[in-house]
T-cell receptor, first 113, second 116 residues
Framework: GDSVTQMEGPVTLSEEAFLTINCTYT??????LFWYVQYPGEGLQLLLK?????DKGSNKGFEATYRKETTSFHLEKGSVQVSDSAVYFC????????????FGSGTKLNVKP | DSGVTQTPKHLITATGQRVTLRCSPR?????VYWYQQSLDQGLQFLIQ???????AKGNILERFSAQQFPDLHSELNLSSLELGDSALYFC???????????????FGPGTRLTVL
């Protein structure tokens, strides 16, 4: 079945450091891939998405590339800010399965000034 | 603001009780999804409705039920509550229910349920 695995946290970085959060997936069909972010006390917000292989999603300085050959969708940002501190969820959706979403376990990012 | 609303924001109740959580999807969205987020189990998919009909079920307990009404709002009913049901409950909505293309899910702010 479909599943998502992402690196465990917490990840602690200093401001302006480079960020990578790894995400790999298993899917039977042709999924779309997403990164959501959850700030403290809030719901999940869509950060970026990619709907087919080699697509790159980007938003707010974050990027992720849909790599079918390695079944990965790693999240990267060149220079993190304190305001990026949040929990990041990788997810996949299989349109052939009623758009059901499968979420990773979440990675907490702490950015220190 | 995602456009998805959930009420109430917080709910405190006792074991054995029954509660109803309400969700209004984004304008025009036909699909509604319910998720449970607890500290130790991450985000768990519970159930999905599309235009009033149940479309997919996840890890939803028999004590829990949901429905989607003709105006497309949805309610999640939790009964015979246990301490372990304390969690954040999120509703999400999307335009369609899959098929040939994927829809993005937009999440509400959640309802925090505390069972004492």
């Amino acid at each position: 079945g479909d599943s998502v695995t992402q690196m465990e946290g917490p990840v602690t970085l200093s401001e302006e450091a480079f960020l990578t959060i790894n995400c790999t997936y298993t899917a039977t069909g042709y999924p779309s891939l997403f990164w959501y972010v959850q700030y403290p006390g809030e719901g999940l917000q869509l950060l970026l998405k990619a709907t087919k292989a080699d697509d790159k999603g980007s938003n707010k300085g974050f990027e992720a590339t849909y790599r079918k050959e390695t079944t990965s969708f790693h999240l990267e940002k060149g220079s993190v800010q304190v305001s990026d501190s949040a929990v990041y969820f990788c997810a996949l959706s299989d349109p052939g399965n009623f758009n059901k979403f499968y979420f990773g376990s979440g990675t907490k990012l702490n950015v220190k000034p | 603001d995602s456009g998805v609303t959930q009420t109430p924001k917080h709910l405190i109740t006792a074991t054995g009780q029954r509660v109803t959580l309400r969700c209004s999807p984004r304008s025009g969205d036909l699909s509604v999804y319910w998720y449970q987020q607890s500290l130790d189990q991450g985000l768990q998919f519970l159930i999905q409705y599309y235009n009033g009909e149940e479309r997919a079920k996840g890890n939803i307990l028999e004590r829990f039920s949901a429905q989607q009404f003709p105006d497309l709002h949805s309610e999640l009913n939790l009964s015979s509550l246990e301490l372990g049901d304390s969690a954040l409950y999120f509703c999400a909505s999307s335009l369609r229910t899959g098929g040939t293309s994927t829809d993005t899910q937009y999440f509400g702010p959640g309802t925090r349920l505390t069972v004492l």
